[in-house]
T-cell receptor
Framework: SQTIHQWPATLVQPVGSPLSLECTVE??????LYWYRQAAGRGLQLLFY??????ISSEVPQNLSASRPQDRQFILSSKKLLLSDSGFYLCAWNSGVGSNQPQHFGDGTRLSIL | GQQLNQSPQSMFIQEGEDVSMNCTSSSIFNTWLWYKQDPGEGPVLLIA?????ELTSNGRLTAQFGITRKDSFLNISASIPSDVGIYFC????????????FGTGTRLQVFP
């Protein structure tokens, strides 16, 4: 069966420091991969998605970037974190075969910027 | 970004009561999905709907894909304390099924 892993689960970083959050999927090939951010008590905002290695679509202008160095690996990065980057970051995947495939989420990373 | 109109925003009910929440949009969707999110965790898929008019159940949960393809509802019967959480609807647009449009969420509290 397919599984998705995100780490770390929680992270506290100072303003201006770099960021690297990692997400990996197991048990499937060529998935679509997604990064979302969720502010406290709010809905999910799509940040980036990828339909293949090296292919990244950015949804909103921001201080973050994403990369997909391997088929089942998706990385969210920043060179210099801002206070406004605090939030709950979720990775998700769905099958890249066919359309209308539901997305499945990881357990998230709670990022606090001090 | 675009979001679906989801209501109610929050619900406070007694254990054993039935619950109903819905999502509406001005756009037509190919797929409607319902997720539940527990505190500090990622959303978990509850029900997926693929055809207009489709009615699907998962235990005490029932969801329907509106006939106009612009709305969906989720019902929970005989609520229990573990139903507590945030429920999100999500839809896939016909011209871009790679992305999901999410509702604003319904926060459910169940009192014993």
């Amino acid at each position: 069966s397919q599984t998705i892993h995100q780490w770390p689960a929680t992270l506290v970083q100072p303003v201006g420091s770099p960021l690297s959050l990692e997400c990996t999927v197991e048990g499937t090939s060529n998935p679509n991969l997604y990064w979302y951010r969720q502010a406290a008590g709010r809905g999910l905002q799509l940040l980036f998605y990828s339909v293949g290695i090296g292919q990244i679509s950015s949804e909103v202008p921001q201080n973050l970037s994403a990369s997909r160095p391997q088929d089942r690996q998706f990385i969210l990065s920043s060179k210099k974190l801002l206070l406004s980057d605090s939030g709950f970051y979720l990775c998700a995947w769905n099958s890249g075969v066919g359309s209308n495939q539901p997305q499945h989420f990881g357990d998230g990373t709670r990022l606090s910027i001090l | 970004g675009q979001q679906l109109n989801q209501s109610p925003q929050s619900m406070f009910i007694q254990e054993g009561e039935d619950v109903s929440m819905n999502c509406t949009s001005s756009s037509i969707f190919n797929t409607w999905l319902w997720y539940k999110q527990d505190p500090g965790e990622g959303p978990v898929l509850l029900i997926a709907l693929y055809k207009a008019g489709e009615l699907t159940s998962n235990g005490r949960l029932t969801a329907q894909f509106g006939i106009t393809r612009k709305d969906s509802f989720l019902n929970i019967s005989a609520s229990i304390p573990s139903d507590v959480g945030i429920y999100f609807c999500a839809g896939q647009l016909p011209y871009n099924t790679d992305k999901l449009i999410f509702g604003t969420g319904t926060r459910l509290q169940v009192f014993p």
